[in-house]
């Protein structure tokens, strides 16, 4: 499995903490940025790494900022991309059982490494059920159109 994950300004430090999880689960990482902590605009951030996934480059993102809010609803702007913004594990394991999220976010300001790590182990192990729930994807893909 491949992940592109990129992280603005405020959450550069938890970006570092969940590519060494991936390390851990043999997924190979593309990271995108930002590398520091000067100020970046999250929406260029969310734009690189959901490029990634609709090309086909990735199979998944990951994108980070401080609450995770401003980058998940940027992500959200791109057809074909479903991002959940989860802060514990069962929404990680939902979001990809019933909604097939191609994109995890979570906010370097708010969730700290420990639960992270979980989350993103989790989201990373979850298939998406199909059945009833791809019925409902297919709808919210309408949507875009």
Not at 49 to 64: F, N, Y
Not at 91 to 97: P, T
């Amino acid at each position: 499995m491949k992940i592109t994950i990129g992280s603005d300004h405020g959450a550069v430090e938890l970006k570092d903490a969940v590519k060494k999880v991936l390390a851990d689960l043999d997924v190979e990482v593309d990271d995108v940025g930002t590398f520091g902590t000067d100020s970046v605009d999250y929406p260029d951030i969310a734009e690189k790494v959901c490029a990634a996934v609709t090309s086909g480059k990735s199979d998944r993102g990951i994108v980070l900022c401080g609450t995770g809010i401003g980058i998940s609803i940027a992500a959200n702007k791109i057809h074909g991309i479903r991002c959940a913004l989860c802060n514990d594990v069962y929404s990680a394991k939902m979001s990809r059982k019933h909604n097939d999220a191609n994109v995890l976010a979570m906010g370097g300001r708010v969730i700290g490494y420990g639960p992270a790590e979980e989350i993103v182990r989790a989201w990373i192990a979850t298939e998406f059920e199909g059945g009833r729930h791809e019925r409902r994807v297919n709808k919210i893909s309408k949507l875009e159109s």
